[in-house]
């Protein structure tokens, strides 16, 4: 009995070994058969995650803490906004988080409270396609903070159909630009007396092709959303070296950023509102898009290195 059950134990091993090889046979003559495929899949591969890590861009290592100091951004719910948060919050500070809707303001605040173990993150509202939000949310921040050390104007509107603010300005302008010029200059006295501290606003490269349209500005004879937003992020620039020239000798730097082309809520909306085919013609350079991660860190870069304390009425990339 013993010796019977010796042999079948064998003859199965033997059985398996067979198997295996044949399986490992087949497999070689697979990869024979379509190495050049395989190859040229794993390269390609390997070449699309370095040119991701490339497009990426460089990363803020700068491990300057902000102890103490007090940090308003605005659109900070969402994409490289809240990203902003996160690393500010990290780093120490007291971030203001400054949103139209409160209440998916505050749920991002308590998940990144509970992620970063930060309490010292609040939120304010702000709509800065109403000129009185952005009035009351000056007063308020007058009225509770002694400090503002970095105000980052990060927020944009949506780019689509045409839209008017609460004041009638076009959306582009009326939020990109306009609404953060009013925020920003109603709380200069707060910044120089919080000095040195810094003002950053988020432009875009699209700024290159942008014109300003004096004689139309919120484009009601002809209207294009990126026409519209070039312009705004046009604004946006000249807005930023002007100020900058203004605030020689106050102690307040100002520098505008652009975060790269990142894949968020508002490039979501942007798609949506294009024809099929537009969307299928860049389907396949969505490789080549930012995460909010990597798009919040020029932003970082120049809210927290030393080394730009001083500099002042530039433009990041």
């Known amino acids: 009995m013993k010796r019977t059950l010796v042999i079948t134990s064998t003859e199965a091993a033997f059985a398996t070994a067979t198997v295996s090889y044949e399986c490992f046979k087949s497999a070689l003559q697979f990869l024979s058969k379509h190495m050049y495929v395989i190859a040229g899949v794993a390269v390609a591969g390997a070449s699309i995650l370095i040119l991701r890590n490339w497009l990426a861009g460089g990363v803020c290592k700068c491990l300057k803490r902000l102890d103490g100091k007090t940090v308003i951004i605005t659109g900070a719910n969402s994409g490289i906004g809240r ?3 996160r690393d500010m919050a990290q780093r120490g500070a007291r971030v203001i988080m400054a949103c139209r809707d409160l ?12 992620s970063i173990c930060n309490d010292n993150i609040v939120v304010y509202r702000l709509d800065l396609a109403s000129l009185d939000s952005i009035h009351c949310f000056a007063k308020e921040i007058m009225e509770n903070e002694v400090r503002v050390d970095i105000l ?3 927020a944009g509107a949506p780019i689509g159909p045409r839209e008017v603010t609460e004041d009638g300005f076009e959306l582009q302008i009326g939020v990109n630009h306009f609404g953060h010029f009013l925020l920003t200059i109603l709380l200069l006295d707060l910044l120089k007396g919080s000095a040195p501290s810094r003002i950053i606003n988020v432009s875009s490269r699209a700024h290159r092709i942008g014109k300003i349209r004096f004689n139309d500005i919120n484009m009601k004879e002809c209207y294009d959303p990126l026409v519209a937003y070039c312009q705004s992020k046009l604004a946006n620039i000249l807005f930023t070296r002007e100020l900058a020239r203004r605030m020689q000798g106050t ?6 950023v652009h975060p ?3 894949w968020t809520a508002m490039t979501r909306t942007m798609m949506c509102n294009q024809p099929l085919w537009v969307r299928l013609l860049v389907a396949p350079f969505y490789i080549c898009l930012k995460t909010p991660k ?3 860190q020029t932003t970082i870069h120049c809210a927290v290195d030393p080394e730009l ?4 009425g530039q433009y990041f990339r």
């Open 152 to 154: 980052i104007n990060n």
């Open 83 to 85: 990203e902003t948060v």
């Open 309 to 312: 304390e001083t500099v002042s």
């Open 251 to 256: 102690g307040v730097t100002v520098n505008a």
């Open 294 to 296: 990597q798009g919040a």
């Open 260 to 262: 790269g082309i990142l």
């Open 103 to 114: 209440q998916k303001s505050e749920l991002v605040a308590e998940q990144l409270r509970e």
